[in-house]
């Protein structure tokens, strides 16, 4: 049935189909800055967009010339398009090395253009470069670390290992005399585009819910995130104390929190600059985190103050989770800043089922603020009291230094 498909219509409407993903590409970079993948997308679909132009217009005017550069500016652009696959998958797109294959390429196909071999050297050229530029695009999208993208990927995996098979059974069954004029029209020719439209079709669909879905997270993350250090921030610590509270009261377990706060730190904003500040904010938010398991919650409280919260974790246990933090910070170095830096911490645990998560923090910031007057660079920890028990008194508290 393909048979009486005319290929030069194939190829424009493949052109035309390449050049509006292009475009709409180029959009959604626009609306969407940190999207430097779907720049890479565009620019690939632009390339090969024209490259199948080139093919067309080679009928009329020198069809050698112009379907050698076809060639070249479809590898081209099949090459940014893995670039594009890599970033979104988490990897660090070979630009040096591709680069160089390309220009390895462009050297090949040259030599088979001075030669007069262009139509079916061009065709195995073109398979050898799909099946590097592709095969790095599977092997991105299968490595991937991201889960929340993984049964997205793996589909764009899919549809690049069936876009190769397509090249291949293309290169095996056609005659020479189809592989030396891309514009003949035969079954080989039509089969392998039309499977090519569909496949380029499905993929960058593919590729703009991937864009959507990552677009949808960075909102969420913006939404819960503190955007220096990465904790969470108070709004979203609330809609996790509240879920953590209500589970901690059916199943009678204990939550603590800890109230960090970084020492001197306006002496080190005055002294070294507010850049340096972040940097020690960066570093600290890091470090706690470092120290906790997956259930705990790391939130940036106000200024340099953060809140750890410890669900299934009584007062005894909250005091070592401290310690460990304490020192842990006290024997960073950071080469911006040429002193070390220290943390005052304070930990309470919760008290009945009555108690309030705003209660609870208030009682590990009383800890805090006593941490700070016995000396700063330790760890004071309030003994379960009553309520009708002075807070926090010389009897009622320990030190951990």
Not at 13 to 24: E, G
Request: proline share 2%.
């Amino acid at each position: 049935m393909f048979v009486n498909l005319d290929v030069r219509t194939i190829y424009l409407v493949l052109a035309v189909l390449s050049i509006t993903q292009a475009l709409l590409m180029f959009y959604v970079r626009q609306v969407h800055n940190n999207s430097s993948y779907v720049a890479e997308w565009a620019r690939g679909n632009a390339l090969v967009a024209l490259g199948l132009c080139l093919v067309v217009v080679s009928e009329i005017v020198a069809p050698a010339l112009l379907s050698t550069l076809s060639y070249l500016l479809i590898i081209w652009g099949t090459m940014h398009i893995a670039f594009g696959v890599a970033l979104v998958s988490g990897k660090r797109p070979m630009r040096r090395l591709f680069q160089i294959i390309c220009g390895i390429f462009y050297l090949a196909y040259l030599l088979a253009y001075v030669v007069g071999m262009q139509g079916v050297g061009g065709i195995v050229l073109f398979t050898i470069a799909a099946s590097i530029f592709y095969g790095y695009s599977i092997y991105c999208c299968y490595t991937a670390q991201r889960d929340e993208l993984r049964a997205s990927l793996l589909l764009v995996a899919v549809m690049s290992g069936a876009y190769l098979i397509s090249v291949y059974i293309h290169l095996l069954g056609a005659s020479p005399a189809d592989l030396s004029n891309p514009l003949q029209n035969s079954m080989w020719h039509s089969g392998a585009l039309i499977v090519n439209m569909v496949l380029s079709f499905a993929q960058t669909f593919m590729l703009l819910v991937i864009t959507s879905h990552r677009l949808q997270m960075e909102l969420k993350q913006q939404a819960t995130r503190d955007p220096l250090t990465n904790a969470f921030n108070r709004r979203a610590l609330a809609k996790m104390a509240e879920r953590d509270i209500a589970r901690s009261n059916r199943r009678g377990t204990l939550i603590s929190v800890l109230m960090i706060d970084a020492d001197h730190f306006k002496n080190i904003n005055d002294t070294f600059g507010h850049t340096i500040g972040d940097a020690v904010l960066v570093a600290m938010a890091n470090k706690i985190q470092a120290g906790l398991r997956i259930e705990d919650i790391l939130a940036r409280y106000g200024g340099e103050e953060f809140l750890v919260m410890l669900p299934d974790t009584s007062l005894k246990h909250a005091c070592e989770v401290a310690e460990r933090i304490r020192a842990a910070i006290a024997d960073m170095a950071l080469p911006e800043l040429p002193r070390q830096f220290s943390v005052s911490i304070g930990v309470a645990e919760r008290q009945g089922v009555q108690q309030s998560f705003e209660e609870l923090v208030a009682k590990a910031d009383q800890a805090l603020y006593q941490a700070k007057n016995n000396g700063r660079n330790q760890v004071f920890a309030g003994k379960p009291i009553s309520a009708a028990v002075p807070e926090y008194s010389d009897e009622e508290g320990v030190a951990l230094a």
